[in-house]
Nanobody, 124 residues
């Protein structure tokens, strides 16, 4: 079974940095397209970044380009999201997601597996 567990969230001042981690079950990590999504209160879950290792493809939401970096530690089956220059509007619960094979997608409905989420709160 595919299991995803996020960690690394917490409070941070605007302009600061956080690194989120998503630990995954072993065996098929490199064959999955992996993504990060976020959801603020009263809003729909929205795309942040995604990566397909097999396709060597990475995509970012316009709102985080140049500030966030998605990466993988394949040896540890872990997905990472380095978040720099954080803004108040980055406050949300951040979710790790996965889909078996397939292309990089920004659509929530294309991802079958989800973690429990980790809260990121940015303050001024």
């Amino acid at each position: 079974q595919v299991q995803l567990v996020e960690s690394g969230g917490g409070p941070v001042q605007a302009g600061g940095s956080l690194r989120l981690s998503c630990a995954t079950s072993k065996g098929t990590f490199s064959t999955f397209t992996m993504g990060w999504f976020r959801q603020a209160p009263g809003k729909e879950r929205e795309f942040v970044a995604a990566n397909s290792w097999l396709a060597s493809s990475t995509r970012y939401a316009d709102s985080v380009k140049g500030r966030f970096t998605i990466s993988r530690d394949n040896a540890k089956n872990t997905l990472l999201l380095q978040m720099d220059s954080l803004k108040l509007e980055d406050t949300a619960v951040y979710y790790c997601a996965a889909r078996r094979q397939g292309d990089v997608s920004l659509r929530v409905e294309d991802y079958k597996y989800w973690g429990q989420g980790t809260q990121v709160t940015v303050s001024s």
